[in-house]
């Protein structure tokens, strides 16, 4: 599969993932987080990067996981969601800076 098709993956999962955020599909959500990680990971293999795994895949890939993870949390303390909004919002912009500059 080409980088197109993965980055339109990508994409799309992540509108999807803001559109499903509500208390009744939560388990969407989870679903399309998955979907995310898997297309990253099919968009760094399309570069030819999947030999040497780059330092800024690897940092994405944790802000990844520390934004997931503050959304299951906000599940279950829903009384956190607002202040990890701010939290998730700086990680997402880190993430897209890791994505189009590649610094490292």
Do not use: C, R
Not at 8 to 34: C, E
């Amino acid at each position: 599969m080409d980088y197109s098709f993965f980055k339109v993956i990508h994409f799309a999962s992540i509108g999807a993932m803001v559109l499903s955020l509500s208390k009744k599909s939560y388990w969407l959500f989870g679903l399309l987080w998955i979907l995310v990680l898997a297309s990253s990971f099919g968009l760094v293999s399309t570069l030819g990067l999947h030999e040497n795994f780059p330092k800024w895949a690897d940092a994405k890939f944790g802000l990844w996981i520390i934004m997931g993870a503050l959304a299951l949390t906000s599940k279950f303390k829903p009384q956190l969601g607002k202040s990890f909004s701010g939290i998730t919002g700086l990680l997402l912009v880190g993430a897209i800076y890791l994505a189009v500059y590649k610094p490292f």
